[in-house]
């Protein structure tokens, strides 16, 4: 049975990163029980969330004017059962409103029937400062995710949540994280 594989690293909101993460990831999965299919599957899902947390931190950057350090924080650990991965940001994180389907977007209702099936199977869990929050609308992105993956946990770290106590979009980073684990290779062909 190999060792627990452990990476951990910090880095600026620059995309120039994820190859060099992605890099590192492969060497780490090459060293596992996961077989090549569901090492391209856990790369494909990584690369997607690394992708995205790094432009939520750039956008947020783009109308910094003092001298403000931003960064994107990430973790995996690998041992025979499963790949953990967590993602930290420091962007504005995803829009509320439209999340919460406060706000209509009807070229995405279809998604709505896709997020409860989700969240009955318990593989997708979005909290904003640690409460449950239900989801209406969610983009492509996190639908490759969702393929690939057997758990998603997506936490928004809202600076008004610490003092009124309420939803608001006043988020100020987001913490992502998901779980694979390790399938036959049936599992994996069959899916």
């Not at 994820?18 to 599957?41: C, G, N």
């Not at 939803?167 to 390790?182: D, K, L, N, P, V």
């Amino acid at each position: 049975m190999p060792e627990l594989i452990e990476y951990v690293n910090s880095f600026g909101p620059e995309t120039r990163f994820v190859p060099m993460i992605i890099e590192d990831l492969m060497r780490d999965l090459s060293r596992s029980f996961f077989s090549k299919d569901e090492s391209q599957e856990i790369v494909m899902a990584v690369d997607e969330a690394m992708t995205n947390a790094i432009l939520e931190t750039a956008r947020r950057t783009r109308n910094v004017t003092q001298q403000v350090s931003y960064s994107v924080n990430v973790r995996w650990t690998i041992d025979a059962e499963k790949f953990s991965f967590t993602v930290i940001d420091q962007g504005k994180g995803l829009d509320l409103d439209i999340m919460l389907g406060k706000v209509p977007v009807p070229q995405n209702a279809d998604y709505f029937e896709k997020v409860q099936q989700y969240e009955k199977k318990d593989q997708l869990q979005i909290r904003v400062n640690g409460k449950p929050v239900e989801v209406k609308r969610f983009g492509a992105g996190l639908k490759i995710i969702l393929s690939f993956m057997d758990l998603i946990t997506i936490d928004y770290i809202d600076k008004k949540e610490i003092i009124s106590k309420k939803i608001s979009g006043a988020t100020e980073g987001t913490i992502f994280s998901m779980t694979r684990y390790h399938r036959s290779d049936s599992e994996v062909t069959t899916r």
